[in-house]
């Protein structure tokens, strides 16, 4: 055997042992998050939902580190399930989910009514439009409806899973960029598709032109499918792996 065919099955090797790791994870996850809904309750997770150990990340962030003002972009499964730990635990949090398409929207609304916790998130639909400032062109959601319905709000978890990485390159850098002003002291940041070459960038981007003024913490790995940006003081929140 060549030295390369012997390093390509090595390679084959430990991205086999990463997607197994991440296997058990989700398995472990998502019997955990069952155990938040009634018993025979099956969640609608789809190709597009955050995976269950991502959502587990979540929630101990809100539990660890006392997260109250979540914003998410792309609304989904995770909202369910978020919006009803809160609802359980009666926690003083608000959760604003923005998404580009009504319809979507309407069925989360649907599932929120469901499982009697629809009061703890708010929407806002924000269509694609053309984006464009010093740092970015391209597409992104209506940045002007977002802006409205935040206001003055400080936010303390910031969770990008939209839009569509078909709607222009580094589709989701907007993000930050119009929510800056918004952002607390401390905060935390989820971004999904991480092995995604396009989401590597827009993470690193952030970290350098939000860290001019912040100490920021960037995380990712190669068996992850997210990465995160942490400012601030705060406790590791990332869940048992194996």
């Known amino acids: 055997m060549s030295k390369l065919n012997h390093l390509k099955d090595l390679l084959n090797i430990r991205v086999h ?12 996850a998502s019997q955990i998050i069952h155990g938040l809904f009634d018993q025979g309750t099956v969640l609608p997770f789809n190709p597009f939902s955050l995976n269950p150990n991502t959502i587990l990340h979540l929630i101990n962030e809100i539990i660890i580190n006392k997260r109250s003002s979540v914003i998410e972009f792309g609304s989904g499964l995770s909202t369910v399930v978020l919006a009803k730990y809160v609802q359980l635990n009666q926690l003083p ?13 309407n069925l989360i609304k649907d599932q929120l009514r469901q499982h009697k916790c629809d009061s703890v998130v708010s929407f806002v639909y ?14 992104w959601y209506d940045s ?34 119009v929510i800056e002003k918004n952002l607390a002291q401390n905060f935390f940041v989820l971004l999904d598709d991480i092995r995604r070459s396009d989401e590597k960038i827009i993470l690193n981007k952030w970290a350098s032109t939000l860290g001019k003024n912040k100490s920021l913490k960037v995380s990712w790995n190669k068996k992850d499918v997210y990465g995160t940006l942490v400012c601030g003081d705060g406790f590791s929140s990332g869940p048992l792996s194996y």
Do not use: C
């Not at 042992?17 to 472990?28: G, L, P, V």
């Open 93 to 105: 949090i608000s959760i604003l989910s923005v998404d580009d398409d009504q319809d979507w929207i």
């Open 144 to 177: 002007e409806k977002i802006t409205q319905a935040l206001q003055d709000n400080r936010l303390d978890m910031v969770v990008v899973d939209g839009p569509g990485a078909n709607t222009s390159r580094l589709a989701r850098f907007p993000a930050l960029e």
């Open 126 to 139: 924000a269509p694609i439009k053309p984006y464009s400032s010093e740092n970015h062109m391209g597409s």
């Open 17 to 28: 042992f990463n997607k197994n790791a991440r296997n058990i994870s989700d398995t472990r």
